[in-house]
């Protein structure tokens, strides 16, 4: 294990620093001349995709959050109606099935048993227009969808989700493009675009693990904390969803997430000054908007810590905490600013002294009900 671990301290961190090698080979169909077509997803691909209506996400833990920040995506840029299920939940309940419906699945493992059977059950219904997004190439998932995606963040040991995270995101953003290329939603200029900003994203995330210094130092403060909310608007929801999801598995310290706009609706209840509250800032169209939710912060003593992007204007002052991350990244900005959110619970969790890669009680795979 020291020799696997190499300079690192846990897997957990090792698997952090490695995200912008997993996102290099992940992305590396389109890296050079690549374009985005279907066949990133295979040679059935094109026949798959054609006439779809819509996508249905089904997943479980992390890589339902992945398919969270998909929906933003999709519905935006290749503006294909998407839902996303937690797969325990669809599985049992009573849907309406779609045959125009591109099923996707998200699993680093492939062997999570309610995605599968939720894989099993949407076919059942008659929908056979699958797909796996999936770090393990022969895994259960993957041998029951119709297409694949295999995302290559290689072997994942810490059972809290990092690397396979940040390449189901790069995988369902070549989806979108791809529905939005098929659709003829996807101007030539634009692809080009997003083309440089997915072939500079693995620097854009290096830039972040830079920040390591400084998110530790926050972390110190809330090891201490037993609560902590965490807040974004828009396709960084998600990411605050993840960010507490990750805090909570490996610190133990009890966090939720919301949506900005809903603090008004019950959690701004429970912001003292014994809240810490930490919040997304993407320098994005919804920036105005969650500037006004912090100070609904600020003004009930909350203490905020806010990852706020180059350009986003926010100072600190008594009580606002600012951590600069880096330019704006547009549509991929989820993909960085969840880098930094899994180091501030890794050191969070270090300053604990938990079990970092195995937390109490969780499994890496979940492969019976
Ligand atoms: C477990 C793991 C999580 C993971 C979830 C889904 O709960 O601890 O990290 O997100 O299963 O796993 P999957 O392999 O399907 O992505």
Redesign the pocket.
């Known amino acids: 294990d020291a020799v696997e671990l190499g300079q690192y301290r846990h897997y957990m961190q090792k698997e952090i620093f490695e995200q912008p090698q997993a996102l290099a080979s992940t992305l590396e169909l389109i890296a050079g001349g690549g374009s985005i077509s279907p066949q990133l997803f295979g040679s059935q691909a094109a026949d798959v995709f054609g006439g779809v209506r819509r996508v249905l996400v089904l ?6 959050h992945a398919g969270l920040v998909a929906r933003y995506w999709l519905e935006s840029v290749a503006k294909v109606p998407c839902t996303v299920e937690i797969a325990s939940e669809y599985r049992y309940r009573d849907s309406v099935p779609d045959p125009d419906t591109l099923v996707v699945v ?7 048993a309610d ?1 599968l059977a939720a894989l099993k059950h949407a076919k059942s219904l008659g929908m056979t227009r699958t797909l796996a997004i999936c ?1 393990v190439p022969e895994s259960a ?1 993957v041998r029951e969808a119709a297409l694949r995606f295999i995302t290559r963040a290689g072997p994942e040991i810490g ?3 990092t690397k ?2 940040t390449t189901q995101l790069a995988a369902l953003a070549l989806l979108t493009l791809a529905l939005a290329k098929l659709a003829g939603r996807l101007p030539e200029a634009e692809e080009g675009r997003y083309l440089i900003a997915l072939r500079h994203l693995p620097v854009a995330v290096q830039k972040v693990l830079e920040l390591e210094p400084q998110i530790e130092a926050w972390a110190q403060r809330f090891a201490a904390k037993h609560h902590a909310l965490f807040l974004g608007r828009g396709r960084h929801w998600p990411i605050a969803m993840e960010g507490a999801l990750k805090l909570k ?1 490996i610190s133990y310290i009890h966090a939720e997430a919301y949506a900005a706009g809903e603090l008004k609706h019950g959690p701004l209840a429970l912001v003292d000054r014994d809240m810490p509250v930490i919040a997304i800032a993407p320098a994005d169209e919804l920036l105005e908007k969650l500037k006004s939710n912090l100070q609904e912060v600020r003004a009930r003593g909350g203490e905020l810590y806010v990852f706020a992007d180059a350009g986003s204007e926010i100072a600190e002052s008594e009580g606002v905490h600012i951590l600069p991350m880096p330019e704006h990244y547009g549509m991929l900005s989820p993909v960085l600013h969840v880098v930094s959110l899994q180091l501030l619970s890794y050191h969070a969790a270090l300053v604990k002294g938990t079990d970092v890669d195995k937390p109490r009680n ?5 492969t019976v009900e």
């Open positions: 997943a479980c833990g992390t890589s339902y998200i699993s680093q493992s492939g062997e999570t995605t770090n998932i059972v809290a989700s396979a995270f598995e969780l499994a890496k795979s979940v």
